[in-house]
C-alpha cells in the first residue's frame, strides 16, 4: 500500500493538508496581516477546504484495491481543488492573490494530484493487461 508511488503523492498532500489545518486554525489569534497565509487563513477555516481534502485522500490511501474508486474521488479532489482556486481568485483582486502563499498550495496540490492519478491509471492499465492474459 504505502510503496506505491501513488500513496507517496496522496501522502505528500494528506501531511501538507493537516500542516495547514494545524497552523493556521491554532493562531487565530494573528490579525491577517501577522500571519504567513494572509486570507488563505480565512478561506480555510469558512469552508473546511482543507478538512474535506484530508479525509478525502486518507479514505483514497487505504481503497489501493479498488483503482476505479482511487480516480473518482482524485477526480474529486481536483474539481474541489479547481472550485477552491476560483473562489481563491473571487474574494479579491488577482494582484493580491499572486502574491499571496496560499497559491503554491494550490500549484502543489495540482501537481500531486496530477501525478497520482496518472500513476494509478497507469497500475490500472497493467492490472487490466494481465488479466487479459490469463
Given at each position: 500500500m504505502?510503496?506505491?508511488?501513488?500513496?507517496?503523492?496522496?501522502?505528500?498532500?494528506?501531511?501538507?493538508?493537516?500542516?495547514?489545518?494545524?497552523?493556521?486554525?491554532?493562531?487565530?489569534?494573528?490579525?491577517?496581516?501577522?500571519?504567513?497565509?494572509?486570507?488563505?487563513?480565512?478561506?480555510l477555516?469558512?469552508?473546511?477546504?482543507?478538512?474535506?481534502?484530508?479525509?478525502?485522500?486518507?479514505?483514497?490511501?487505504?481503497?489501493?484495491?479498488?483503482?476505479?474508486?482511487?480516480?473518482?474521488?482524485?477526480?474529486?479532489?481536483?474539481?474541489?481543488?479547481?472550485?477552491?482556486?476560483?473562489?481563491?481568485?473571487?474574494?479579491?483582486?488577482?494582484?493580491?492573490?499572486?502574491?499571496?502563499?496560499?497559491?503554491?498550495?494550490?500549484?502543489?496540490?495540482?501537481?500531486?494530484?496530477?501525478?497520482?492519478?496518472?500513476?494509478?491509471?497507469?497500475?490500472?492499465?497493467?492490472?487490466?493487461?494481465?488479466n487479459?492474459?490469463?
Amino acid at each position: 500500500m504505502i510503496q506505491r508511488i501513488q500513496s507517496l503523492y496522496m501522502l505528500i498532500i494528506l501531511t501538507i493538508n493537516l500542516f495547514l489545518i494545524f497552523s493556521i486554525n491554532s493562531h487565530s489569534y494573528m490579525s491577517n496581516s501577522e500571519n504567513y497565509f494572509g486570507h488563505f487563513r480565512i478561506y480555510l477555516n469558512e469552508y473546511y477546504f482543507s478538512e474535506i481534502i484530508s479525509s478525502l485522500i486518507l479514505l483514497n490511501i487505504f481503497l489501493f484495491r479498488y483503482q476505479k474508486i482511487q480516480l473518482i474521488i482524485l477526480k474529486l479532489v481536483g474539481f474541489i481543488l479547481i472550485y477552491g482556486l476560483f473562489n481563491f481568485f473571487d474574494q479579491r483582486l488577482i494582484s493580491q492573490s499572486l502574491k499571496d502563499l496560499g497559491l503554491f498550495y494550490f500549484i502543489i496540490s495540482f501537481i500531486l494530484v496530477y501525478l497520482s492519478h496518472k500513476a494509478i491509471s497507469k497500475d490500472k492499465s497493467i492490472i487490466d493487461s494481465s488479466n487479459r492474459l490469463r
